[in-house]
């Protein structure tokens, strides 16, 4: 499916409410594609969005899921203490899947033509019944190793995830004791490390904001580029007021890969609340999310998590269809600026 776009241009699934019907519809109107998000959402309200989005359009889309993982305990209490220290009011810490198995439920009862998966790969036996009811299957990896675990369970195409991704990386497995999580791959290395691995389709992604870096993804043998922390800006995205102040700030602070709002290793615009805790943060996703979620729903900036991508100060606040056609036009500017100058040097 995603190797027939008229525009090679993926909305990433961004959880938390920056990804929403409107944006996924607008983007797919445009000839792109677009998933909605089912990160952090139980089952009925992952129903009532996947209905939205179908009374708004009749474009193809796809549906993220967060693949539950091993549970890690240590250090938690320890952390909240810090930040009950720090004069915060942290959250209690708890454990629990995502709702991924009644969200999976709904999507066999209810297909969508692609469901993705994210934070690790499902079983065969999963990727047969989703196959089994039509719905293609995508898993996002950072590397060749994951790749491979993908291939063989069924995958029909992978979102390939460079370290210059905003949020949350994809990886298999957290690493606690690597400051990125595991290795840490750029978007151009990843793509050719995973194309040489597998047969088949790649989706390129991370720190990609223009059309010459989708050109760029394309060049290294993707399908199409996807793109998150570029559509934040657009008016149909949820995202919050002061993070989109924050995406638009001139001569922002750069962004750091952190622990300190979820537990997971994920890439955000450095604030007070990233400084001051990544360090002390455990490997321990969700506890360290729910601990928090108190602390980042007041909307001080200083201690949200501003989740964007290493490219973020090239956003653009354009309306989502805008956003599409201008990535189609620039990309296909840049690359055929390459092919001229290859003629001309050869």
């Not at 959880?15 to 139980?42: K, Q």
């Not at 693949?67 to 009011?89: M, S």
Request: negative net charge; aromatic residues 4%; contains cysteine.
């Amino acid at each position: 499916m995603l190797e027939g776009l008229t525009v090679p241009v993926v909305a990433a699934p961004m959880a938390g409410g920056a990804t929403t019907p409107e944006l996924v519809s607008a983007v797919g109107d445009a000839g792109g594609f677009g998933f909605l998000a089912g990160g952090y959402l139980d089952a009925a309200a992952l129903a009532d969005r996947i209905a939205a989005l179908r009374a708004l359009s009749g474009r193809p889309f796809g549906v993220n899921l967060f693949v539950p993982g091993p549970r890690h305990d240590a250090g938690v209490t320890e952390y909240r203490e810090r930040l009950v220290a720090a004069g915060l009011e942290p959250g209690e810490p708890r454990h629990d899947d995502d709702g991924y198995p009644g969200k999976l439920a709904l999507l066999l009862a209810e297909p969508v033509p692609l469901v993705s998966f994210t934070f690790g790969c499902p079983d065969a036996a999963t990727v047969r019944d989703l196959h089994a009811v039509g719905s293609e299957v995508v898993v996002t990896v950072t590397g060749p190793a994951e790749a491979r675990i993908a291939a063989r369970a069924g995958a029909d195409a992978l979102v390939v995830q460079g370290m210059e991704a905003g949020a949350h990386r994809g990886l298999f497995r957290d690493d606690a004791s690597h400051p990125a999580g595991g290795e840490a791959l750029g978007i151009l290395a990843a793509l050719r490390l995973v194309a040489a691995a597998v047969d088949l389709p790649l989706v390129g992604a991370g720190g990609i904001a223009d059309g010459a870096g989708v050109a760029a993804v394309l060049a290294a043998g993707a399908v199409a580029a996807q793109l998150g922390t570029a559509f934040l800006t657009c008016p149909e995205a949820g995202t919050k007021a002061v993070h989109r102040a924050a995406l638009s700030a001139p001569d922002g602070p750069g962004t750091e890969f952190t622990r300190a709002f979820t537990g997971r290793i994920a890439r955000g615009i450095r604030n007070t609340f990233l400084d001051e805790h990544t360090a002390a943060a455990p490997a321990a996703y969700p506890q360290v999310h729910h601990i928090t979620a108190r602390v980042r729903a007041q909307g001080d900036a200083d201690r949200m998590a501003l989740w964007a991508g290493q490219a973020y100060p090239l956003v653009r606040g354009l309306p989502a269809a805008d956003l599409v056609a201008l990535l189609r036009d620039e990309a296909a500017a840049a690359a055929a600026a390459l092919a001229d100058r290859i003629r001309t040097r050869a």
